[in-house]
């Protein structure tokens, strides 16, 4: 149950990804612009709408890029259509809450449990970051992240947008809660301002500020100069194009996942590239890279890991996971945050993965493919914890609507409840102005029983995060947004399968 937000939200698409979307016919033209994760309402066009507080309506997947993403491997398999006839609802609504109007859609939702049984959900309220703390007993309040008064955080620069891209608690004692933020900053000449840190201090752990590394066409050598400073014997630019916190709060444990692209001028004024993807485990230690790929071509436009997650296993590893060249990466970490073995792809184009436990002895990750214009298909896989180990394919998730051919389905939640039972909350329907519903799962990701309808029509749901219940509920909190206004609503439900 992973958020950004972001799901964000639809943290689904990078910054970038939803800039480009937002400029209409401005057409931003700085293509670093985030996500893991933005994502307005994640599609796959390339960028967020350009609303401080509301990034909107969801982009649609572009036809050359849906052809590629259409089948993952797994696919060929899927199991038939379940069709189960509509009949009283199979869950029963006990308690709902608006909780705050004006959430900011773009920063999306992220949880933690905290060890005492309360869940802290991680949101904004325009460019303020906010902290749901809820117990198990669905009672709850919502808290000010504190802010350090000399942080870049604490003031939006002249000049500059800003787009608060995560919010992570990382601790709470009493109604006093900690977090890490991620935002970015744009300015109109194109520098930019990236960092991912604590909200309390001035020591991000990742941060970048100044001009993208990409020459414009045709560079003079002044020019070039300018984006390629001389370090030791070479002349080189580094930048962050989207890093992302996460936490495991049961360790204490908090760490940032990292892109970043490395370009080497050469005497020729060419350039070599190169994409790493990278883990930082404090604002003074060398960031670790994961992994490193060379870029081919000549644009490192569209070359970084986006949409980045990261949980942590019971077991004492991690997973990892992002999206590169259309293929969905994965890779287990050790204790040490080192990386096991080898990435292993996973051909398509996916949305803003959620990483969730599944009672302990497993991890599930769940996210949508791109699989025509504007619709989306349910894929997941399973790790288990005593044999930690990547499948060769992707699972397709079989809700009662339907498999593979079901009409669209994305931003996928997985929670395993107090009694055993595995649901899945995901939006049916256009991104962005689509329903969310609750499905029963088994732990092959296919239906058994009726889906629970927890929006109607009109409430344009965007991110959803599963609390399990003492009493063996579950408390749905997600992001809606009504006449414009984006609100933060909890459901508390009792479900029963059948």
Partial sequence: MTALLAMVSDECLTLRDQLKKASGSMRNSTPYAITLIGLSVLGCSRKPEENKTQPVASPSVPAAVAASASVAPAESAAAAPHVIPDQTPVCSVQSKKVWVKGANKLT????????????????????????LLVSAAAKGAVVKVPIAKTARLATVPKGATRYLLRVTPVKANGDAVQAFVDFEDQYKDKKRTIACGPADTIDNWVEFDGMPCNPPKD?????????????????????????????????????????????????????????????????????????????KDKTIADEYYEVPVSHAMKSGSYLVAARQHNHLVVGLLGPDKSLLGKFSRYPGFPTLPDMADDGGDALVLATAFAKAKGEFGLRALRIHENNPTLPKGLEVVVTDKGGADAASESDPDFLHDAQGRRWLAHIEGPRGDGVLSLAPINEHFKAIGRSYQVTEAGERAVAARLIPLKDKGILVVFLREVDKVVELVSEEVHCKVE
């Fill in 108 to 131: 999306g939702l992220t949880e933690a449990m905290l060890p005492d049984g309360r869940a802290a959900i991680g949101f904004a309220i325009g460019n303020q970051p906010q902290v």
């Fill in 219 to 295: 560079a003079k050598p002044d020019q070039l100069a300018a984006l390629f400073p001389q370090v030791g014997a070479e002349k080189v630019c580094d930048e962050v194009r989207t890093c992302r916190s996460f936490t495991n709060l049961d360790r204490g444990e908090t760490w940032v996942i990292s892109s970043d692209v490395h370009g080497v001028l050469q005497a020729d004024n060419s350039v070599i590239w190169r994409s790493d993807l990278t883990v930082a485990t404090g604002s003074k230690t060398q960031k670790r890279v994961l992994e490193s790929s060379p870029v």
